[in-house]
């Protein structure tokens, strides 16, 4: 990962050639205490360039001896959403100035305001330069020096969104890396650096899981020169209580197997492993924030190949929980891993609830574009906390239906299931294939196929591998209440 911003946290402001930074609120109306002649002569330029301070809109000025970056900012600035994505837009303008160097005098800004936004401007900055050879360091940072009452790096706000950042920027890495560079072992290997924050790390290898009857994940890798893995990571801030379960989808590669894709656009499925991202993300911005409560995230780590050992459409393959299954279609691998990841989860941990992510299906874009991940759960009141969660981060879900006409498309002629339905509602047998290896808790499956990868940049979400999933379950650990499952 590397930043283009440089915060520098300081009582002081700094010499130099830098922009001052200036919020203004509707009217023209400038928030940071100025000298008067400096406040007339910008309300002047202001008014010249019909800057109102309209909320995100932003002006720069030049004259001989200064420069001044403006972002309106509307009629208020809150804390959460709102301050975030100011704080994006103010690091996009930031990096169009002359200078690339901005100063923030003292607004008197609440605290959390604060931190909302300068966490904004970092999530804006984020970029994944790994596989540049050239990389001109002096063009591409950008610095932002700010001074604010009672805000210094030791801030326990600052900390805060500091290990949130960490949490997104990893999962963002995770999904950027090409799947060369990135696979299951790797992938573990990168779960191993989080032990520090206090994690117990736990790595699966291939006999482990033969040994535990994986035969649903292990199938889906057998194609692959790389080995599978399985990797458990362990959170313990709250005592004995029964812990929350993260389970991940992470298909390092998804050629498909033998029911090969074709081949555009299948340089996509490098990110196949966007929920196992997102769980790791969210266990290591959980650890660093150090919350008071347990949290296991699990994820099933394999590539799906196609070579002389791969599995077969028609193979059955008989599951950790005993259930045999008709593979018809080797692409419908995301399932076969999960289905061995959650019962896993659910009768070693016992957990409260298990939420799993998964780039599931491409039939969730059909249904929902870009805009909303599915949800698809057993428990309304899972429903409703994910949705708070969601709306609270942006990180936007949409429920969907199961039930048991659904369910029916799943039967097969020759063992318990087949792993795929019939032609259409593909998202929702998916889930209900899934719903069939959780015995008895509250659970919800979250089909982030339209998410995890965007082509479009939003002010604090850049282009690539956006991290989708890290920010609402951070949340949703924050404001968790105990679920029930939904009555039959
Ligand atoms: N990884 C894909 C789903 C996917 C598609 C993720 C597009 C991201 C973008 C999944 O493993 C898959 O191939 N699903 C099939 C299922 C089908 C064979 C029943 C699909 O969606 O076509
Ligand atoms: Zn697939
Ligand atoms: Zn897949």
């Given at each position: 990962m590397a930043n283009k911003l440089?915060?520098?946290?300081?009582?002081?402001?700094?010499?130099g050639d830098f922009a001052t930074v200036c919020l203004i609120g509707d009217g023209a109306r400038i928030v940071p205490r100025l000298e008067k002649a400096e406040a007339a002569s910008l309300i002047a330029a202001m008014g010249k360039a019909q800057f109102t301070g309209k909320s995100g809109k932003t002006l720069t000025l030049y004259n001989e001896d200064s420069t001044y970056l403006l972002v309106g900012i509307g009629e208020s600035l809150e804390a959460g959403l709102d301050a975030e994505t100011i704080g994006g837009k103010l690091f996009a303008a930031l990096e169009t100035t002359a200078q690339k160097?901005?100063?923030?005098?003292?607004?008197?800004?609440?605290?959390?305001?604060m931190a909302d936004l300068l966490f904004g401007a970092r999530l804006a900055?984020?970029?994944?330069?790994?596989?540049?050879?050239?990389?001109?360091?002096?063009?591409?940072?950008v610095s932002l020096s700010?001074?604010?009452?009672?805000?210094?790096?030791?801030?326990?706000?600052?900390?805060?969104?500091n290990a949130l950042f960490e949490g997104v920027a990893m999962a963002r890495d995770l999904v950027f890396e090409p799947a060369n560079k990135l696979y299951p072992e790797v992938f573990a290997e990168r779960c191993k650096t989080l032990a520090p924050l206090g994690l117990e790390i736990?790595?699966?290898?291939?006999?482990?899981?033969?040994?535990?009857?994986?035969g649903a994940l292990l199938g889906v890798g057998q194609g692959s020169r790389r080995e599978s893995r399985l990797v458990v990571m362990n959170w313990k801030g709250g005592g004995d209580e029964a812990p929350v379960a993260l389970v991940g989808k992470g298909v390092t590669f998804d050629t498909g197997g033998i029911s090969l894709k074709p081949a555009k656009g299948m340089e996509d499925m490098k990110w196949?492993?966007?929920?196992?991202?997102?769980?790791?993300?969210?266990?290591?911005?959980?650890?660093?924030?150090?919350?008071?409560?347990?949290?296991?995230?699990?994820?099933?780590?394999?590539?799906?190949?196609?070579?002389?050992?791969?599995?077969?459409?028609?193979?059955?393959?008989t599951a950790m929980s005993g259930k045999t299954i008709e593979v018809i279609n080797t692409d419908a691998e995301g399932r076969l891993v999960l289905a061995d990841a959650l019962h896993y989860t659910e009768t070693r941990f016992k957990p409260r609830a298990m939420i799993n992510l998964a780039t599931l299906t491409g039939a969730i874009l059909v249904s929902l574009g870009k805009e909303y991940a599915g949800m698809f759960t057993n428990s309304n009141e899972l429903a409703a906390l994910l949705s708070a969660a969601g709306e609270r981060t942006e990180e936007k879900l949409?429920?969907?239906?199961?039930?048991?006409?659904?369910?029916?498309?799943?039967?097969?002629?020759?063992?318990?299931?087949?792993?795929?339905?019939?032609?259409?509602?593909?998202s929702i047998t998916a889930a209900c294939f899934l719903e069939r290896f959780v015995e008895k808790t509250p659970w919800a499956h979250l089909?982030?196929?339209?998410?995890?990868?965007?082509?479009k940049s939003t002010p604090t979400v850049p282009k690539g591998g956006t991290g989708f999933g890290v920010r609402l379950l951070n949340r949703l650990v924050d404001e968790w209440k105990d679920v029930k499952r939904n009555e039959k």
């Open positions: 440089k915060l520098i946290l300081s009582e002081s402001a700094p010499t160097r901005g100063h923030m005098p003292d607004h008197g800004l609440a605290e959390d305001v900055a984020y970029h994944f330069e790994e596989y540049f050879t050239e990389t001109d360091s002096a063009k591409e940072s700010v001074t604010a009452s009672g805000i210094n790096d030791e801030h326990a706000l600052i900390q805060d969104r736990e790595v699966l290898d291939e006999p482990a899981m033969q040994k535990l009857g994986m196949d492993m966007g929920g196992a991202a997102a769980v790791t993300g969210a266990m290591c911005a959980l650890a660093g924030r150090k919350v008071k409560r347990n949290v296991v995230g699990v994820i099933g780590l394999v590539e799906n190949m196609p070579d002389g050992n791969a599995q077969r459409p028609g193979d059955v393959v949409w429920q969907m239906p199961m039930g048991e006409a659904y369910d029916k498309m799943l039967k097969s002629h020759i063992a318990d299931m087949k792993n795929i339905g019939g032609p259409y509602g593909g089909d982030i196929a339209g998410k995890a990868w965007s082509d």
